[in-house]
T-cell receptor, first 113, second 109 residues
Framework: DTGVSQNPRHKITKRGQNVTFRCDPISEHNRLYWYRQTLGQGPEFLTYFQNEAQLEKSRLLSDRFSAERPKGSFSTLEIQRTEQGDSAMYLC???????????FGSGTRLTVV | DAKTTQPNSMESNEEEPVHLPCNHSTISGTDYIHWYRQLPSQGPEYVIHGLTSNVNNRMASLAIAEDRKSSTLILHRATLRDAAVYYCILINTGNQFYFGTGTSLTVIP
C-alpha cells in the first residue's frame, strides 16, 4: 500500500465549470476526510466519512460542493460552477480509527481562471 | 474541538535539538494531542500523537505536561529536512478536527 492517493495532482479550470477530484485512502481505513488549504493558511475541514456514511459537513461546504464515498472505499469531491475563490489545495486524509494518526495525500491543487 | 496556541515561527541550528511548544488550556480528558508537519506543496505528514504519557517514535518525542494543558514536540537533532510548518491539533472522536496556523520552523545550516 502506497498511502493516500489523490488525483489529479493539478487542475486548471475556467470559472463556471464543474470539477471532480478523487481520493483513494489506505485500504483498511474506514475514516476519510476532505480538507481545503489556501496559501499561508492551515488546512480547513470540509467533510468526514465513516465507511460510506457522510457524518460531518463544514459550513464551508456550500451547495456547490458535494462529496461521496459510494462503497466505503474511494471518495470523490465535486465542485459545481467553480468560482475563483475555490482556488486552493484540496487534501484528503484517512485513518482506521480516531485514536490513530491520520495519513494525508499530496493533495489536488485547483486553479480557477 | 478545543483550540491550540503555537508560536508563529521558530529557528534552530542544524544538528541541535528543537523544542516546539503548544498550549491547549481547554483540553478535555479524551482529547488526543497530535502533531503533523507540512512541507511546501505537500500534504501534512503525521509526526506523533499521545493522550497522557510521553511518547517516542523514530521521528520525534512528545512531552505532555502533567495537567495536559501544554505539550512539546521534541526533534532530537534538527536537519534541514525538518524545516516545515508544524501543527499541534487536539482530536476527540475524530469526526472533525481543526488545524491552526502552526509553527514555521527554520533550520539554519
Amino acid at each position: 500500500d502506497t498511502g493516500v492517493s489523490q488525483n489529479p495532482r493539478h487542475k486548471i479550470t475556467k470559472r463556471g465549470q464543474n470539477v471532480t477530484f478523487r481520493c483513494d485512502p489506505i485500504s483498511e481505513h474506514n475514516r476519510l476526510y476532505w480538507y481545503r488549504q489556501t496559501l499561508g493558511q492551515g488546512p480547513e475541514f470540509l467533510t468526514y466519512f465513516q465507511n460510506e456514511a457522510q457524518l460531518e459537513k463544514s459550513r464551508l461546504l456550500s451547495d456547490r460542493f458535494s462529496a461521496e464515498r459510494p462503497k466505503g472505499s474511494f471518495s470523490t469531491l465535486e465542485i459545481q460552477r467553480t468560482e475563483q475563490g475555490d482556488s486552493a489545495m484540496y487534501l484528503c486524509a484517512s485513518s482506521p480509527t480516531w485514536t490513530y494518526g491520520y495519513t494525508f495525500g499530496s493533495g489536488t491543487r485547483l486553479t480557477v481562471v | 474541538d478545543a483550540k491550540t496556541t503555537q508560536p508563529n515561527s521558530m529557528e534552530s541550528n542544524e544538528e541541535e535539538p528543537v523544542h516546539l511548544p503548544c498550549n491547549h488550556s481547554t483540553i478535555s480528558g479524551t482529547d488526543y494531542i497530535h502533531w503533523y508537519r507540512q512541507l511546501p506543496s505537500q500534504g501534512p505528514e503525521y509526526v506523533i500523537h499521545g493522550l497522557t504519557s510521553n511518547v517516542n517514535n523514530r521521528m520525534a518525542s512528545l512531552a505532555i505536561a502533567e495537567d495536559r494543558k501544554s505539550s512539546t514536540l521534541i526533534l532530537h537533532r534538527a536537519t534541514l529536512r525538518d524545516a516545515a510548518v508544524y501543527y499541534c491539533i487536539l482530536i476527540n472522536t475524530g469526526n472533525q478536527f481543526y488545524f491552526g496556523t502552526g509553527t514555521s520552523l527554520t533550520v539554519i545550516p
